[in-house]
Structure formats: structure tokens, C-alpha cells
């Protein structure tokens, strides 16, 4: 059980376009999800928090109107990278829960901007 | 500022032997977490420490908690190739939030 998905799991894409990404949780209702950004060789750094219905809280530094999060049911969060940029290229994972006990993690999305 | 920290950050190892990975946080949160990360890959659960003293064991991994010291370890023993990976602490924070604040990573590399 508590399976989550992202969508896609890799995606190359022009600068200045943008570029959507799912998160799913399969087989139970997330009351919250958080989106996470990943940089080659460092640690996950938290975005935002998602909860289903109401507007994303962003993390200190993060651009709301760049990183643009939507969580319509407990079991779809989408992050929309607006005007990618190739300093957005990353690994972005996302993260479900349904209480303050245990995330389960997608298994990520490689973002390469060229 | 909240923060955990990881010690030692990269680990090379050879097969057969024992080491500990080390994690300090800052806040009084009773809830520890360690997961596995294989490169180009997403986070693998391995432990959920939800009180003091708890200790959980997996194979040639086990995990334990000390909320008084702030302190949790990941003791390998007798370590394989297989267990060439990063490892990450994370701390539950402060409040009700479910906010994951993560270590550094210790990368650990088992020579044959």
C-alpha cells in the first residue's frame, strides 16, 4: 500500500516553455502533499505544501508565481514550472501523506531544460 | 533554524566491516525517519523511529533514537556492495506541519 506516482519521470524541455508535473497517490486520499526539489549531490529541498482545496504554502525563497502548484483532490498534486529556465533543471520529487506520520515519496521527475 | 545534521558526509568502506552513520537535529521532535537513495532514483523508506530509544533493525541496518541527546544512528554491520548508496536522516520538526526537514546525506561506498 501507499503508492504514489509522478508523471512524467523525465522530460526535456525549451527554455522559456512551460512544464507540468503529476503526483498521484494511488491507493489512498493524501490529505497533504509536499513537492521537493532535488540537485545532483545535495539534499531534498522542500518547495511547498500542498493541501487538497486550498492554496500551496511556498517555502522561504520559493517563487509562487513561478512554481505553480495545484492540488484539486486527495489524490492528484500537479507542479507547473512556468518559463523554464535551465537553472530549473532538477529532480523534483513529490511526497503524499494522510497524517503528520509517514510521507510516501514518488519515485521523481527529471527536468532538463535546454 | 532547524537543522540536521549527518556525520560523516561520504563514507568508502570495504566489504565485511561495521560503521555507524550519525545524525543530530535541533528541534524536540520524537519522530526520526532514514530513507536510502540509489543514484537517479527517488527515496526508499528504511525506518521510522517514533519514540526514545526506539531501535529497528533490517538486515545489516539498524537504526536507533535518542530524543534526550538529539542523536540517532544507522549502524551497518558486515557490509555488502549492495549497501552502496546515500542515506538520509530527516526530522519531523516542530508542530503538526508533517514537514520533513532532511540531513545532508551520508554517500557510502562498499568496496569489494
Known amino acids: 500500500g501507499a503508492v504514489v506516482s509522478q508523471h512524467p519521470s523525465r522530460v526535456i524541455c525549451k527554455s522559456g516553455t512551460s512544464v507540468k508535473i503529476e503526483c498521484r497517490s494511488l491507493?489512498?486520499?493524501?490529505?497533504?502533499m509536499f513537492w521537493y526539489r532535488q540537485f545532483p549531490k545535495q539534499s531534498l529541498m522542500l518547495m511547498a505544501t500542498?493541501?487538497?482545496?486550498?492554496?500551496?504554502?511556498?517555502e522561504q525563497g520559493v517563487e509562487k508565481d513561478k512554481f505553480l502548484i495545484n492540488h484539486a483532490s486527495l489524490t492528484l498534486s500537479t507542479l507547473t514550472v512556468t518559463s523554464a529556465h535551465p537553472e530549473d533543471s532538477s529532480f523534483y520529487i513529490c511526497?503524499?501523506?494522510?497524517?503528520?506520520?509517514?510521507?510516501?515519496f514518488g519515485p521523481g521527475t527529471r527536468l532538463t531544460v535546454t | 533554524e532547524l537543522k540536521v545534521e549527518q556525520n560523516p558526509l561520504f563514507l568508502s568502506m570495504q566489504e565485511g566491516k561495521n560503521y555507524t552513520i550519525y545524525c543530530n537535529y535541533s528541534?524536540?521532535?520524537?519522530?526520526l525517519y532514514w530513507y536510502r537513495q540509489d543514484p537517479g532514483k527517488s527515496l526508499e523508506s528504511l525506518f521510522v523511529?517514533?519514540?526514545?530509544?526506539a531501535v529497528k533493525q533490517e538486515g545489516r541496518l539498524m537504526a536507533s533514537l535518542d530524543t534526550k541527546a538529539r542523536l540517532s544512528t544507522l549502524h551497518i554491520t558486515a557490509a555488502v556492495h549492495d549497501l552502496s548508496a546515500t542515506y538520509f536522516c530527516?526530522?519531523?520538526?516542530?508542530?503538526?506541519?508533517?514537514?520533513?526537514?532532511f540531513g545532508q546525506g551520508t554517500t557510502l561506498q562498499v568496496k569489494p
Open positions: 511526497s503524499a501523506t494522510y497524517s503528520s506520520y509517514e510521507q510516501y
Open positions: 491507493d489512498f486520499q493524501a490529505t497533504t
Open positions: 500542498s493541501n487538497e482545496g486550498s492554496k500551496a504554502t511556498y
Open positions: 528541534t524536540t521532535s520524537d519522530r
Open positions: 523511529l517514533l519514540s526514545n530509544g
Open positions: 530527516a526530522d519531523l520538526g516542530y508542530g503538526n506541519t508533517g514537514k520533513l526537514i
